[in-house]
């Protein structure tokens, strides 16, 4: 590694000359079509002012960024910052992902507005591994497929719906770490627990609109309703149908907020056949009727 940021080589991408920030905000490319034209060996060099995401899906390698070292296990997610000195070393052939590269001032001040919480992932190096087989990890190629159409497209618009699945899939990443940092701190016990409630989760983000007992949502995690709620009990801090109603309820109040729809066919969507007894849950839970809360909620949405 050099001793001094003046003599890092700054590319704007792999190997080409910087250029000005405002040309392709939104960048998009796969790993061997510049890396494999540098003998899939890129020097440490640095972005002045662009984040790059790169998600190796297959092979493997090893990354420097800023002075520490990775060894690559894909699929991973490898986010290098503007200013962050960063080189790989692929091998050879076998390696494939998308890379996006993105101005990383316009993408923080967008975050800074929607999620303030992701500047931290915005700002710091990191490597990800990613449990292909996690909710968030099913998210990630759309993202990334949609953010190629969109840079592909030249055309009105491009730059703001460019960032904006740039946002997007620093959520994913946000909550791809979230869930890695668990992992570390967890026991192997502890760690299953995790993953049984990641799945009980991914459910009722499933079958929140159908009014599903809890009996249905421990055979399709193949336990008892007893041992389902003792589980959420002790990851979650409520029970199980704590958990659901919880669920039911952020739906109902989404729905009350931003859609058209009146208090019945609200009832409807989540699965009440009755009008009135949606009320009364809604007000159990929520300490207002439905009409009440959606009235509330549209005078801070127009005072905002």
Request: with cysteine; glycine share 6%.
């Given at each position: 590694?050099?001793?001094?940021?003046?003599?890092?080589?700054?590319?704007?991408?792999y190997?080409t000359?910087?250029?000005?920030?405002?040309r392709d905000?939104?960048?998009?490319?796969?790993?061997?079509?510049?890396?494999?034209?540098?003998?899939?060996?890129?020097?440490?060099?640095?972005?002045?002012?662009?984040?790059?995401?790169?998600?190796?899906?297959?092979?493997?390698?090893?990354t420097?960024?800023?002075?520490?070292?990775?060894?690559?296990?894909t699929?991973?997610?490898?986010?290098?910052?503007?200013?962050?000195?960063?080189?790989?070393?692929?091998?050879?052939?076998?390696?494939d992902?998308?890379?996006?590269?993105?101005?990383?001032?316009?993408l923080?001040?967008?975050?800074?507005?929607?999620?303030?919480?992701?500047?931290?992932?915005i700002?710091?190096?990191?490597?990800?591994?990613?449990?292909?087989?996690?909710?968030?990890a099913?998210?990630?190629?759309?993202?990334?497929?949609?953010?190629?159409?969109?840079?592909?497209?030249?055309?009105?618009?491009?730059?703001?719906?460019?960032?904006a699945?740039?946002?997007?899939?620093?959520?994913?990443?946000?909550?791809i770490?979230?869930?890695?940092?668990?992992?570390?701190?967890?026991d192997?016990?502890?760690t299953?627990?995790?993953?049984?409630?990641e799945?009980?989760?991914?459910?009722?983000?499933?079958?929140?609109?159908?009014?599903?007992?809890?009996?249905?949502?421990?055979?399709?995690?193949g336990v008892?309703?007893?041992?389902?709620?003792?589980?959420?009990?002790?990851?979650?801090?409520?029970?199980?149908?704590?958990?659901?109603?919880?669920?039911?309820?952020h739906?109902?109040?989404?729905?009350?907020?931003y859609?058209?729809?009146?208090?019945?066919?609200?009832?409807?969507?989540?699965g009440?056949?009755?009008?009135?007894?949606?009320?009364?849950?809604?007000?159990?839970?929520?300490?207002?009727?439905?009409?009440e809360?959606?009235?509330?909620?549209?005078?801070?949405?127009?005072?905002?």
């Amino acid at each position: 590694m050099t001793s001094g940021m003046t003599s890092v080589p700054n590319f704007a991408l792999y190997g080409t000359q910087a250029q000005p920030t405002w040309r392709d905000l939104v960048h998009f490319e796969r790993i061997p079509e510049r890396s494999g034209l540098h003998n899939w060996e890129i020097e440490p060099h640095f972005h002045d002012a662009l984040i790059q995401v790169l998600y190796p899906i297959s092979g493997g390698g090893e990354t420097f960024i800023d002075g520490r070292k990775w060894t690559l296990q894909t699929p991973c997610l490898i986010v290098a910052p503007a200013h962050s000195v960063h080189g790989f070393h692929w091998t050879i052939g076998d390696v494939d992902g998308p890379v996006v590269t993105a101005a990383q001032r316009p993408l923080e001040s967008l975050a800074a507005t929607a999620s303030p919480e992701l500047l931290q992932h915005i700002r710091k190096p990191t490597v990800l591994h990613v449990d292909p087989t996690s909710r968030h990890a099913e998210s990630l190629m759309p993202l990334f497929d949609a953010i190629e159409r969109e840079a592909a497209t030249h055309t009105q618009g491009q730059v703001a719906a460019g960032m904006a699945l740039m946002v997007a899939l620093f959520v994913q990443i946000a909550r791809i770490s979230e869930t890695s940092a668990r992992a570390e701190e967890d026991d192997v016990p502890r760690t299953r627990k995790a993953l049984q409630v990641e799945r009980f989760r991914a459910l009722l983000d499933e079958h929140c609109r159908e009014r599903v007992p809890v009996e249905r949502y421990a055979s399709e995690l193949g336990v008892t309703a007893g041992q389902l709620t003792r589980l959420c009990r002790e990851v979650m801090g409520m029970s199980t149908l704590d958990a659901i109603n919880a669920r039911v309820v952020h739906e109902a109040q989404r729905e009350l907020v931003y859609s058209s729809l009146s208090i019945k066919q609200v009832a409807a969507e989540l699965g009440f056949e009755d009008e009135a007894y949606f009320g009364r849950f809604f007000k159990k839970q929520t300490g207002l009727r439905p009409t009440e809360f959606r009235a509330n909620a549209r005078r801070e949405l127009a005072g905002a």
